[in-house]
Each structure stands twice: as structure tokens, then as C-alpha cells.
């Protein structure tokens, strides 16, 4: 696999991995490991923290002992960043129990709901969350772990059912769990967020209109129908060049930092955790393998892009487009884009994990389409007829 098709690959469908092979990297990438903790990257741990103010104990910036590198690789726990962590059985599925993590909006504050990609889950939006609150107070985040994904379990013996119709289901049963867990009278204003996979999710659940008045945009996070589908071509080449497994989670955010695959020290410390799961019947040395296993969502890849230009196009709410790079644009959003129907924002200095990378721009460009779609923020004129009511004149 050329290097081209390998970073082309990395850049589609929500992989929360590289596609370097560990052993290549270990020259290569020495130059990158100072970046990594360079104030002026967007690697940089400390101009990353975000609103999040950890306590001494959590030593988010020692040393891990047996790390011979120029940064800390320890993993940051959910705490740092949440309020709670939710677990929610559907009555209709009981042998599903969706795993999520909130931070509740106050009084009548909006709600983000966010749709991790595939391989990926809630953690990957950690960092950006405590940034929107550092801006926005008042506001909420929802982050879920999809089947399949994360803390979320799914029955035993069962084949996954990772359709897009299923996923957009999950998504709005958690919304409506949530809801009622909290004992919240009614739902908030919600912002649904996704990347890549998760775009296709939240686009697909706004078109339903199943959130009524409730939701006031989307959000889609580097990823479009075209160059999607044409990355899929080399996602089997790229899925066997990965690391089966790693030594320790120190070893693995260290590979993840070092492959750029997460470009902010602070995230993949934060993210790559629960990505990973200890298997005591693997290889010994290197025990620490994937939660999810990607190859075996090959039969559902396709059904999560197709239409997806169209369908963002179309559903209602306000519309918001994030990438990485305007090489992403397909046909008919350039086309979407040119006549206004949607805001398009590019970063380019960012990778894949827009919201990883830079979390401090992303939270800006989130915050700010909220306030352009909050519509209690409208102030409308009285009415002609109310002011005659009045005898005041017109």
C-alpha cells in the first residue's frame, strides 16, 4: 500500500487508528515526537486542556514510568471531562445496554449530541465537549458509544447490526433515554453532531424528523458521500497494516501520536483508551487489542454513504460542514455549497480527527452555529393588531 493510498484511506470512515506499521515508524517519526508537545502544534498538550482544570492527583502531566519519551502518555479518565456516565437498556432490546457520557445543560441550555465514528467512540468528542462549556456554559454534551463501540454491550452471539437505519434508531432511543433518566419535563435544544460514520448518522436522524422542534442543526465532521465511497476501495489493504495489538494503552497512545492518526497529545490520551480492550489469550506481548473489530463491518460500509450528499442536504435544520481539506467536497455538495445552503467550514491543518486535533477551533465553530440557529435568541416585532389593542399608534 503507497503512502498516498494509506493517507488516503486513514482519512475516511472514523478510524481511530493509523495506517503506518508500527515498526516503520520508529525513525520516521522521531522528529514529530517534539512536535507533539510544541506549544505551536496542534499536537500541543498544555494550549489544549480546554476548560478542564485536573486536579494534582491526576498527574495529567507526569512522566509514565518505562516510557523513554519526550511527553506524558498516561490515560486521562472520562471524569476529567464529564459529569456522568449514563447506561440505558431500550425496553424493546434489553439485551442492549447503550453506554453514553453527559454533561447536563443547565436551565435552558442547548444540548450537543455527538456520533463517534466507526471504530472510535464517545471519548474522541472529551476534549472539544469541555471546550464548547468553556465558551457556553449552559451548555449540555451527550456523547454516545454506538453498538459495537466502547462501554456500549451488545448480545453475545448475536451478528452485529450495524445498518444505518439501525444506528440512527440508537441514536434517537438514547436521546429519549436520556431524557427520561434525568427527568428532564421535555427535550432541550439539540445540536447533533457527528464524524464521519456518526455524520451519516446524525444526517440520517435529522432527516427522519423524529426530533421535531427540538433540534436546531446538524453538524457532519469531515466526511461526504464521494471521496467516502471511493476510500472503501482500499480499506481491507489498510486495515491489514495496522498494529494487531499493543504492549500497554502507553503504548498505544504513543502510536497513535506518532502515526499523526491523533494529532493533540491531550486527545489521544483522553480517546484511545477505550479503543482497546485486554485480551489475556492474545499474544502476551502485546495483550492490548481492538474493541472493535472493523473488517467484520465490511457488509455495511457502503449503506452508511450512499445518499448521504442528498439527505444533508435536504433534511431540515441548520447545516454545518466541517473538513480538513476542500479535496473532500464531492459534486453535489460543491454545488450545495456555491448556492448557500449549507456553511462549510475547511481546516487544514487538522487530520481526520477534526475535533481531536484542534478542539479549541472546533468548539468555536460549533458555539458559533449555535448562536447563528438559536432561535430563542429571535426577538420578533410586536403585531399590529396587539399594538391597536393598545391604543398606541401605528
Not at 29 to 34: G, I, L, Q, T, W
Not at 340 to 354: D, N, R, S, T
Request: aromatic fraction near 8%.
Amino acid at each position: 500500500m503507497s503512502h498516498l493510498q494509506r493517507a488516503w484511506a486513514r482519512s475516511k470512515l472514523g478510524l481511530a487508528n493509523g495506517s503506518l506499521e508500527e515498526d516503520d515508524e520508529e525513525g520516521s517519526m522521531a522528529s514529530e515526537e517534539h512536535a507533539a508537545d510544541d506549544d505551536s502544534s496542534s499536537a500541543s498538550s498544555v494550549s489544549s486542556t480546554g476548560t478542564i482544570i485536573p486536579a494534582p492527583s491526576q498527574r495529567l502531566f507526569a512522566r509514565p514510568e518505562g516510557v523513554a519519551r519526550g511527553r506524558a502518555l498516561d490515560p486521562i479518565p472520562w471524569t476529567t471531562y464529564f459529569e456522568r456516565e449514563l447506561f440505558l437498556s431500550p425496553p424493546g432490546e434489553p439485551a442492549v445496554t447503550f453506554h453514553a457520557y453527559l454533561s447536563s445543560p443547565v436551565d435552558k441550555g442547548v444540548l450537543f449530541v455527538m456520533h463517534h465514528g466507526a471504530g472510535s467512540s464517545g471519548l474522541t468528542f472529551a476534549v472539544v465537549g469541555a471546550e464548547i462549556r468553556k465558551s457556553l456554559p449552559s451548555a449540555g454534551i451527550l456523547a454516545v458509544d454506538c453498538r459495537g463501540h466502547g462501554s456500549t454491550v451488545s448480545p453475545e452471539g448475536h451478528a452485529l447490526d450495524l445498518r444505518l437505519q439501525t444506528l440512527s434508531s440508537d441514536l434517537f432511543s438514547v436521546i429519549q433515554m436520556t431524557k427520561d433518566q434525568m427527568g428532564w419535563r421535555q427535550l432541550p435544544n439539540i445540536i447533533l453532531v457527528g464524524h464521519s460514520l456518526g455524520g451519516a448518522v446524525v444526517t440520517d436522524l435529522a432527516m427522519t424528523g423524529d426530533l421535531g422542534s427540538s433540534l436546531l442543526g446538524y453538524v457532519v465532521l469531515d466526511v461526504v458521500e464521494g471521496s467516502a465511497m471511493d476510500a472503501l476501495q482500499s480499506m481491507h489493504t489498510y486495515l491489514s497494516s495496522r498494529p494487531t495489538g499493543f504492549a500497554s494503552l502507553q503504548a498505544a497512545i504513543d502510536w497513535h501520536i506518532r502515526s499523526r492518526t491523533v494529532r493533540n497529545s491531550i486527545s489521544a490520551r483522553t480517546s484511545v483508551g477505550p479503543l482497546l480492550r485486554l485480551d489475556e489469550g492474545a499474544d502476551p506481548s502485546r495483550p492490548w487489542i481492538w474493541r472493535t473489530n472493523l473488517s467484520a463491518t465490511q457488509p455495511f460500509w457502503e449503506g452508511w454513504f450512499v445518499g448521504l450528499s442528498s439527505k444533508f442536504l435536504r433534511a431540515k435544520g441548520g447545516k454545518l460542514l466541517l473538513l480538513a481539506g476542500t479535496d473532500r467536497l464531492d459534486t453535489e455538495l460543491t454545488i450545495g455549497q456555491m448556492q448557500g445552503k449549507y456553511a462549510l467550514q475547511v481546516f487544514p491543518e487538522a487530520g481526520h480527527f477534526i475535533q481531536e486535533d484542534i478542539p479549541t477551533q472546533t468548539a468555536t465553530s460549533l458555539v458559533d452555529f449555535y448562536r447563528r440557529n438559536d432561535r430563542s435568541a429571535l426577538v420578533l416585532p410586536p403585531k399590529v393588531s396587539d399594538l391597536l389593542k393598545q391604543g398606541k399608534a401605528v
